[in-house]
Structure formats: C-alpha cells, structure tokens
C-alpha cells in the first residue's frame, strides 16, 4: 500500500519533526503510566475484578515500552517532565475520586474518556506515523478496545444508581481533555495531525460509550454541550 500524500510530506528525521515529537512521544508514554497505574487503583477499589484489572493494567505497560521503542527509533528523547505536567489536573481528578471510593467516576475518567482519547488519537497517528511506529500503534490501538468495554460494562450494569455522579464527572473531565488538546496544537499539526478532527473522533467514541452505559442521545447533546461551554 502506498504511504499518503501527507505522509509522504513528513521528514521523520527533521529537527522540527523530532522536536514536536518528543513531547507526543512523551505523552503517550506517560499516557500508559497513568493508565497502569489507574487500572492498579481500580484493582485495589474492585478487589472482585482484581485479577482482570491487573491484567489490563500490564497490558498498559506493554504499550509503554512499545511507545518508548518507538523514540528510540527516530533517535528522540521523550519529554517525560512535561508529559506528567500535560496529565495533572486528570491525575488529580482520578487520584481525588479514588480517595473517595468514586468507583464510577475512575471508571469514567480511566475506561471511557482515557480510552476513547487514546484511540482517537492513535487512529489519526497511524496514516501519517513512520512505518515502525504505525505497526506498534496498529497493535496496540486493538487492546484499547477491551480497556474500553470493561468499564462500559460495569457502569452499565450500575446505571440507575451511578447516574447523577457520573453527569458530574462528565462536567469536570471533559473540560481538561480539551484543555489538554489545545496545548498540543502546534505539536500535532507538526506530526501530521489535525487537532479538530481527534476532538471529533474522540467524541464519537466516548459519546457511543455514554450510549451503551444507559444515557439517552438527548442527555448525551447534553452533557457535551454543558462540557464543552464550561
């Protein structure tokens, strides 16, 4: 298959290239961190699913190491430092609801919107990536799909009782992540990426996943828009 004409465009090996990715580089790899060590905590708050959370969790840091492999590939340092400064206000979000025993909104932040940002993001990375990364980003954008149902699963199964915490947590969340988009911009549109269409995947999936839990596409428009204009 021929690579596209915007790949085709795209020095790998440029200064401003290896530039902007090392801090994506750095983002994703942290990205997998706090995954890990999100499914870690879930583990400890669900001790019935332990052993599956556990699982979910080293799959997490598989891809850590595929994402790392991927820096040293193109010869980058990723900027770890900044990543952990892109991901604190989630970090904090997640840490201050698993304090609480907010089971409901980690499951939110970790398996809906967490997940559904990565797989938007790794399915606009893919047609532009250098051949390497493309292969270990195909590989790994699969797993996120199961990080994904499991948490639909249990919040589905808990709807009625879990509803009005999660329309909190939706408020508060969904505000960070495009935040967070924003501070990359310049970093995405550098590697190929076009920042408005990430946001629109990213909300396709994560409004589908609210649909599957038990939420109606009105209340879905609704939580978006308040979000959004927050």
């Known amino acids: 298959m021929s690579e596209s004409l915007s790949t085709q465009k795209l020095d790998y090996n440029s200064d401003t290239y290896r ?38 969790g080293k799959m997490e840091q598989g891809h850590r190491k595929s994402f790392e492999a991927c820096g040293k590939n193109l010869n980058v340092i990723p900027d770890l430092e900044m990543a952990k400064y892109f991901f604190a206000d989630l970090r904090q979000l997640f840490q201050t609801a698993a304090t609480t025993s907010k089971i409901a909104t980690c499951l939110l932040i970790q398996s809906l919107v967490i997940e559904s940002f990565a797989i938007a993001a790794y399915h606009n990375y893919i047609p532009v990536a250098d051949n390497f990364a493309r292969k270990i980003t195909q590989s790994v954008v699969k797993d996120e799909y199961h990080h994904l149902n499991f948490g639909i699963l249990w919040l589905k199964q808990h709807f009625q009782e879990i509803k009005a915490e999660l329309e909190t947590a939706n408020r508060q969340i969904l505000p960070i992540i495009l935040r967070m988009l924003n501070q990359v911009e310049s970093d995405v549109k550098v590697l190929g990426m076009n920042k408005l269409e990430l946001i629109e995947e990213f909300m396709v999936h994560y409004g589908e996943s609210l649909h599957q839990i038990g939420f109606k596409t009105t209340e879905i428009l609704r939580l978006s828009s308040q979000a959004l204009t927050a």
Do not use: H
């Open 19 to 56: 530039d902007s990715f090392s801090r994506i580089n750095g983002i994703v790899i942290e990205g997998e961190q706090e995954a890990y060590d999100n499914f870690i905590s879930l583990a400890e708050l669900l001790p019935e699913f332990s052993k599956e959370l556990m699982k979910l």
